[in-house]
């Protein structure tokens, strides 16, 4: 395949389309990849990303020569009229079209009866009468539909939904990528429509306890009534008479078990990948982002930052690590790598904990290039800042802690392991004396960490938020000299500065 047997991918940035993208660029396909915002979109430097909204076809237009293939995904439901648009205009250019389509689709049917498969039928019937090869893919549910619960499971809150009890077939959507990829890619696929499922049946209760297996984090499934099912149907875009027909369609199929094909193995030899795979790839999501620190297995401490241009780029970093991590081998003796997003949009603060420093030398041992590279591609120009290793020294916790909504790392060096030591026990004598357990509103921790190497102290303090910690810096700080007079009294005290983080996102392997 040459330049001029580029595949297009539209939707490139979303759940599949930037499988489509990673497998397109692995298999050495020359790849144009759209999004509106090429900014953040995160994606191999080998994919040639070009801007365009596929809502608009005209911008699609300087991104066509040379192109002879076209996967197309299509999420507005509710504007097909443009869709047919986007499908004359692709095939003006292109040869095949591998559509994202939907299960909801029946052929058995001459009027579909519901929106999703009426949206996705349409679109179909229009690729057919454009006289190109076309192959449809239609999947059940997502995995990636449980990424609605993730921000209740990071929180460690309730999760809600419908039909809790009810089983039903889900696949990952690297699955569904790999198919379209071998559609995109091969022979054979043309005038196929693709029925795909993941391996089994699994109900959102039994789903939401495989979450808490694999994070750690306990959480509880609470079922939704009819009207909030409702309402929530027409925040996705449905209209009323949509959403109840939805809703009674879906109520209607209960009594018929969904099926599980094995579509994705025939056509890429591999077997569909089960819930349980797809979240550990996604466990990050799904992760309590707040470190335990003060762990009592974690007997070694990795602090380390990254500078990034802007905000978009310092989330798209944090993002591409714990990934690497996700798809790459867990070392052994790593706990538990966090990730914190600094308040000035570009710092990036790891924090991982590991069992002790032979697991951390044997990592450093073994750490393959590729997990570097990975991230280094997708997100080109991280400023790396150095690592340094630490042993949790002394803690103050106060009772009562709140879950905290700012981290501030205070750095400081000293000329020796026994300055640094002192400063603290000073300092915590004096918070002690001065400062009983809860009397600092908004602030629940200080824990203080000694560099292996001896001479770099951090304190990692939790705070509610940033006002709490202003409000520290401000009053208590301001209105009495003493702790600048310690810090001012201890020889070989140098570099104090702080920095705030918010917690963003964590990965553990139990
Ligand atoms: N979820 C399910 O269970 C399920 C099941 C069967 C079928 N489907 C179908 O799968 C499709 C969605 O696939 P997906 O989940 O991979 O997509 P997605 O994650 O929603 O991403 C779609 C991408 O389209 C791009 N886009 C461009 N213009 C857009 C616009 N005006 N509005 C929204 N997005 C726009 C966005 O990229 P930029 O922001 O980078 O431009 C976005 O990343 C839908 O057609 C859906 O019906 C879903």
Known sequence: MNEQDAVLVIGATGNVGRQVVRELVAAGTPVRALTRNPGAARLPSAAQVVQGDHADPDTLRPHLAGVRAAFLVWPRLDDTGTARELVDLLAEHVDRIVFLSSAAVRDDLDEQEELIGRAHREIELAIERSGVRWTFLRPWAFAANALEWAEAARAGDVVRGVLGDHPVTMID?????????????????????????????????QRVRLIGEETGVELRWAELSDEQWQQRLLAMGFDDDDAKAFRENFRASLGTPQPITDAVREVTGKPARTFRDWLRWRAAEFTDPVPEVGAPEAGVVLMSTWTLDDPQRQRAAADAVLEAWAEGTWPPGLLRHSVLLGTDGETVLHYSQWTDEAAVAAFRE????????????????????????????????????LRPGCVVVVSFRTDTAETGR?????LLSWQAAELPDGSIGGMSSNHFHV???????????????????????????????TVPRMIENTPGLTGLGFQRFVPYRGLTRS
């Not at 001479?455 to 709490?468: H, L, M």
Request: charged share 30%; hydrophobic share 35%; net charge negative.
């Open 173 to 205: 959507e690297r699955d569904i990528a790999a198919v379209a990829v071998r559609a995109l890619t091969e022979e054979g696929h043309a005038g196929a429509a693709y029925e795909l499922t993941g391996p089994e049946l699994l109900s959102p209760v």
């Open 366 to 401: 073994a750490d393959p290039p590729e997990r570097v590279k990975r991230i280094d591609d997708e997100v080109p120009g991280i400023r790396r800042n150095g690592v340094t290793d630490y042993r949790l020294y002394r803690s103050r916790v106060d009772s009562g802690s």
């Open 451 to 481: 560099g292996v190497e001896g001479t770099s102290v951090v304190n990692y303090a939790e705070f509610a938020d940033e006002a709490a910690h202003q409000a520290v810096v401000d009053g208590m700080l301001g209105a009495d000299d």
């Open 422 to 426: 002192g400063f603290v026990d000073q």
